[in-house]
């Protein structure tokens, strides 16, 4: 069965830096475009970034472009989302997801994603 389990989430101080891992199996990683998201409390779940199945494609938020970059590694089956300039609005509870259906685009909408991990806290504070 699908399972995705992301790690590397913690505390880090205004203007750092984490980089969130997201191990996945039980599926043809390389058909499906993966997407991070994010919830606070209190909020509803939100797009944070997605990449394409074939590569070379990606969308980040407006909300975390130019600080947030989101790349995978078909080889480990991995995907990763890199985050700098960290700020304490970006404290969430960060999940990846796997697209619904192989072979198709990336998608901000989480309606669009069939698969979910458990999620890695991340807390920005000082």
């Known amino acids: 069965q699908v399972q995705l389990v992301e790690s590397g989430g913690g505390l880090a101080q205004p203007g750092g830096s984490l980089r969130l891992s997201c191990a996945a199996s039980?599926?043809?990683?390389?058909?499906?475009?993966m997407g991070w998201f994010r919830q606070a409390p209190g909020k509803e779940r939100e797009f944070v970034a997605a990449?394409?199945?074939?590569?070379?494609?990606?969308v980040v938020a407006d909300s975390a472009r130019g600080r947030f970059t989101i790349s995978r590694d078909n080889a480990k089956k991995t995907v990763y989302l890199q985050m700098n300039s960290l700020k304490p609005e970006d404290t969430a509870l960060y999940y990846c997801?796997?697209?619904?259906?192989?072979?198709?685009?990336?998608?901000?909408?989480?309606?669009?994603?069939?698969?979910w991990g458990q999620g890695t806290q991340v807390t920005v504070s000082s």
């Open positions: 039980g599926f043809t990683f390389y058909a499906y475009s």
């Open positions: 990449t394409r199945w074939s590569g070379g494609s990606t």
């Open positions: 997801a796997k697209r619904r259906g192989a072979n198709t685009g990336v998608t901000m909408d989480p309606y669009d994603y069939n698969d």
